[in-house]
């Protein structure tokens, strides 16, 4: 019997086989289309919708093949992401590999440029993601970085992303000018979103003790890994059995429609939800576990539990 995991990463494949050969037709040379959220991290069942964005050359106001783009990404995947968030739109090369921590850097450019590291998959054009993607390693990982020293410049970024989306998430649920779903965000916040934060941390650990190229080249191979066999490189998949377990779950409820749809309409004073403190509890379960991983995988030496904390 195949576990809710191995669908996932099915469904997953064969939806981005489809919209790769898809945009071949479509996008002009140049140009960047990638994916993030359920379908990159190999976790979409028919249920999920689909985030994507275009990295375009120079500085394009419009694309006249965008809404083509779009067309083409919904016959294939037919739930979008929504209306006025940080997908399915256009994002200027100069604008995500410059202004790093700076004035300009929204919550919008961080969460597409920590989503096109630790969570893309092309759609279109997977080498000059790649080479993309280096320069922006490059950015962080600078020519005096030591040896002995982590990729702290990410690192920061990482645990500024993660801090970000926890905050963002209380503003849009509370606060936005359309409140968002609440119980569904807040249950993916537990699990896949802890899970992506935790495969930065534990990427940039592996990063101690080698030469800039190498920190670069380690960070490259495990980018290129969905999320759950990124984990698996760094930790031993022995070793992820009870982080995975829990995850199995999350992603089992997920998997139906009608899990999905009481989860989006359940509101703050619903905490008492049968279904939500299920999924609740196995999410402290899943926090636990993730927690007893990173201490067995990283020593009370190691140089990550002190970058973490102070």
Known sequence: MTTAIERAKEHSESKLNELRTKLTKIVPPGNIVVTCGSYARREASAESDIDFFIIANGHPAVAPWLEEVRAAISEIVPVEPAEGGAFSSLEARDDMLHNIGGDNDSNHKITRRMLFLLEEEWLFDAAEMKSFRRQ???????????????ALFLLNDVI???RTMAVDYEFKTAEGETPKPWGIRNIKLVFSRKLLYASGLFSVAMTVDRTREAKIAT???????????????????????????????????????????????????????????????????FTRELLKLFERTFDSTHPIRRAVIF
């Open 136 to 150: 922006i390693l490059e950015r962080y990982i600078g020519e005096g970085m030591t040896d002995h020293q982590l």
């Open 160 to 162: 500024r992303y993660y």
């Open 219 to 285: 960070l490259e191979q495990l980018f290129d890994l969905p999320v759950i066999e990124r984990m698996n490189q760094v930790c031993g998949k022995g070793a992820m059995e009870g982080v995975l377990g829990s995850y199995n779950h999350f992603l089992e409820r997920l998997e139906d429609a009608d899990v999905r749809n009481r989860l989006k309409v359940l509101q703050k004073d619903k905490r008492s939800d049968p279904l939500f403190r299920e999924l609740k509890n196995e999410g402290h379960h």
